[in-house]
């Protein structure tokens, strides 16, 4: 069982990190949005999907300017 | 001692071994939460809703339908069927112990799309009879 972490919202960051950590305890494989997209994908060789995947990407992951330091 | 092999880890996720499953989806209820920005949450989600259509991974959805129509969800979500899919709609609210869905989902196997309405809604079937297979669960 995974759970996309960060597709989930708490009143708390308090709530928030125990309620995972709770899911933690039983077995749960935490990961993200961004990993499922690509592991989903796996590789780039598989061309079928690469496009698509790649304009995702580019539509909603975090851009690399905010992703930098300033 | 992790040990090299020519063959992907059995806990990597493919489309063939997995279900999505969205649970307690709740749009109206992002403004409650604290713990990660409305904005980039909703960004996440249509990350994870964009994965699901491209590589067409099964879904499990329930509705929050106890006083509110399923169909502007449903609409929403028609966006990003790309193919024809079986939907097996559940009419129970606690549909997460029914024996069906919970053999469908630890196969993983499935290729439905299982939704769950409350019994009080009619399913819009014929809006997407021609996406998507409906059948009932109860």
Known sequence: ?70 | MIKGVPAPDNTLLSSANHVLMMIDHQSQMAFAAKSIDPVMLRNNIALVAHAFAIFKSPLSSRLRSKNRSPVPYLMRLKRFISMPRSLIARLQTRGRIAASWTASINTGKTKSLWLEFGPQFELPVPRFRQSIKVSKCM
């Open chain 1, 1 to 70: 069982m995974y759970v996309i972490a960060d597709d989930c919202g708490d009143f708390t960051d308090e709530t928030y990190e125990w309620a995972m950590e709770r899911m933690i305890q039983r077995g749960i494989r935490p990961m993200t949005s961004m990993q499922y997209l690509l592991e989903l994908q796996r590789d780039s060789a598989r061309v079928g999907t690469y496009e698509v995947v790649t304009d995702l990407v580019n539509k909603r992951g975090v851009p690399l300017e905010l992703a930098l330091p300033t």
